[in-house]
């Protein structure tokens, strides 16, 4: 059973920085491209980030672009999400969730962790 | 950037009935097109990819269909469990979302 569970979510000045992580299992970690998706409270969805299965492909949304950092760890099944330069429009419910086979769609979701930026 | 517009942004009707929800496109996606539901609390669940195939495990009640610009979401008869916001995401050129369409019980 695939299963992916983030955590490391919390309260943050802005300025700030925070951790994300998201374990993964059920299914060969480092085949896949896994994603970054945010949904502010209330609102709907917005990717952030993508990295590639090995890692080396990273890719940015425009608006954390430069402020956000994706990795993985594969020997780990782990993926993270550094953020940096954190601001209020960054609060948000974060997903990690896996590439679909048959594109780039989400065919597995994390619970999600919500990180609130505010003083 | 691509932009979805649905509409509408709510649809209020009684179980048993049909939902008809529409996603227009800023500009052609082909057919790069999928739909998601999500319950309150809960992450969203792949419904439909590539405008009109269903995923895995998803009942036939729900199709789609659609091609460059205009995509429609058809749930043939309401069940309780349907009751839910839907979204559509195009992967296209990049990947963006709809801002979602509430299917409200009536």
């Known amino acids: 059973e695939v299963q992916l569970l983030e955590s490391g979510g919390g309260l943050v000045q802005p300025g700030g920085s925070l951790r994300l992580s998201c374990a993964a299992s059920g299914f060969t970690f480092n085949k896949y491209i896994i994603y970054w998706v945010r949904q502010a409270p209330g609102k709907g969805l917005e990717w952030v980030s993508s990295i590639s299965g090995s890692g080396v492909d990273t890719y940015y949304a425009d608006s954390v672009k430069g402020r956000f950092i994706i990795s993985r760890d594969n020997s780990k099944n782990m993926l993270f999400l550094q953020m940096n330069s954190l601001r209020a429009e960054d609060t948000a419910v974060y997903y990690c969730?896996?590439?679909?086979?048959?594109?780039?769609?989400?065919?597995?979701w994390g619970q999600g962790t919500l990180v609130t930026v505010s003083s | 950037e691509i932009v979805l517009t649905q509409s509408p942004a709510t649809l209020s009707l009684s179980p048993g009935e049909r939902a008809t929800l529409s996603c227009r496109a800023s500009?052609?996606?082909?057919?790069?097109l999928g739909w998601y539901q999500q319950k309150p609390g809960q992450a969203p669940r792949l419904l439909i990819y590539?405008?009109?195939n269903r995923a895995t495990g998803i009942p036939a009640r729900f199709s789609g269909s659609g091609s460059g610009t205009d995509f429609t979401l058809t749930i043939s008869s309401l069940e309780p469990e349907d009751f839910a916001v839907y979204f559509c995401?195009?992967?296209?050129?990049?990947?963006?979302f709809g801002g979602g369409t509430k299917v409200e019980i009536k």
């Open positions: 590539d405008a009109s």
């Open positions: 995401q195009q992967r296209s050129n990049s990947l963006t």
């Open positions: 500009q052609s996606v082909s057919s790069y």
């Open positions: 969730a896996k590439r679909f086979d048959g594109g780039s769609f989400f065919d597995y």
